[in-house]
């Protein structure tokens, strides 16, 4: 997402600190800031894990459905035609993500996390 710039730049810390980061971000890396100054980084932190979270739940929604769709012969073209007018941004994004098989036909590894590493070894 930074290629591309679109994150969301969380700026927490002294506000002397967050001025100087800030000409790298919006525009740059990111599609916007949220601005924490003078707030302790740890607060940018919990943001993001209760971001992550959103995000986590919403894929977890949508694949839900789209399995059940696929199941009771509604079919994912439906869902997705559903999802792109009811839920726009995110959510259809990630429907065309999950439509496309984009989650289980990669080859290659993103974010440097293979999920063969997922497995806990038994000693």
Known sequence: ???????????????????????????????????????????????????????????????????????SGLGNDNLHQFVEIMFPGPYTAYSQRLKGGDYYKREEVRGGFLWSMNRKTRH
């Not at 927490?12 to 600190?17: D, H, I, K, L």
């Not at 890396?29 to 209760?50: E, M, W």
């Open 1 to 71: 997402m930074a290629e591309s710039g679109q994150l969301v730049c969380v700026l927490a810390g002294p506000a002397s600190a967050v001025e100087k980061v800030k000409p790298y971000t919006k525009g740059v890396i990111g599609r916007a800031n949220i601005d924490f100054s003078d707030q302790p980084q740890g607060k940018a932190t919990h943001l993001k894990i209760i971001g992550n979270t959103f995000i986590l739940n919403m894929v977890e929604t949508l694949s839900e459905g789209h399995a059940l769709a696929e199941k």
